[in-house]
């Protein structure tokens, strides 16, 4: 009977607990990572774990997508974004194995941990600003906060004055005012309507005007720009 071969891999609580295990194995200098060699011995256990149809946690995709990034970074003419990445991946190992060392400090007192309850003390904190700053430094965040405080005014009257005081035209008036010149059998270029228009909203309702002059037939309009009345239309 044919008997088949099994083997059990290695659990991590995360890619920095697997990173500092390789780094361990191998005996690399973990302030200056060689991220080749890294990067082969990781990659070798996520195709270990992806041959055993076992379920790769996303944060160990990510950190082998990192370390891609840092050797492909290594290899550019100035490496110097490569070198700052690898720095940074050391100072995270770093802090994770304090981390760790302190976690299994721990986890041998755990036995006493219970007999050794007392109340919280009351500790008062000193509450003195114990920093020195430049006085332009003083001026400047000053400013910056009396401009925050002016910010939630509400904007002054003189910012509403043109908004209220300005005249509405209507678009009654100016159907008035487009029939009148028309009236009589008169034609009239379109653009001489806009032409003798004060300000922007005189030209609007004109245009308006017009628009409903043509849609309920009291006026007409040639292939020449010019505008007429229909026979039939009283005046105004």
């Keep these: 009977m044919e008997q088949s071969l099994s083997f059990k891999l290695e659990t991590f609580e995360g890619p920095l607990d697997l990173l500092l295990h390789l780094i361990a194995k191998n005996k690399l200098n973990i302030y200056d990572i060689s991220i080749c060699d890294l990067l082969e011995q ?8 992806q041959e055993q149809n076992m379920e790769i946690a996303s944060e160990f995709l990510e950190m082998a997508s990192r370390l891609v990034y840092i050797k492909s970074a290594s290899l550019l003419p100035k490496p110097e974004e490569a070198d700052q990445l690898k720095d940074q991946l050391a100072g995270e190992l770093l802090e994770y194995q304090t981390c760790r060392q302190l976690a299994a400090m721990l986890a041998a007192r755990t036995e006493g941990f219970d007999r050794m309850v007392r ?3 009351k500790v008062e904190p000193d ?3 114990l920093l020195t700053h430049e006085p332009p430094m003083l001026a400047h965040y000053y400013l910056a906060a009396v401009g925050r405080g002016l910010r939630r005014l509400p ?3 003189a910012h509403f004055t043109p908004l209220v005081k300005k005249t509405v035209i209507s678009v009654s008036s100016r159907i008035v005012y487009v029939l009148r ?3 009589g059998g008169k034609k ?3 653009q001489s309507l806009f032409a ?3 300000n922007r909203s005189e030209a609007v309702a004109t245009f308006l005007a017009v628009l409903e002059l043509i849609r309920e037939r009291r006026v007409a309009l040639d292939d020449n720009d010019e505008l007429a009345m229909v026979e039939g239309v009283d005046e105004p």
């Design 42 to 49: 990781y990659m070798e256990h996520i195709h270990a774990w």
């Design 119 to 121: 109340e919280p003390a």
């Design 127 to 129: 509450q003195t600003y």
């Design 155 to 157: 904007p002054p009257e």
């Design 181 to 183: 010149h028309l009236f």
């Design 188 to 190: 009239l270029k379109l």
């Design 196 to 198: 003798r228009s004060q």
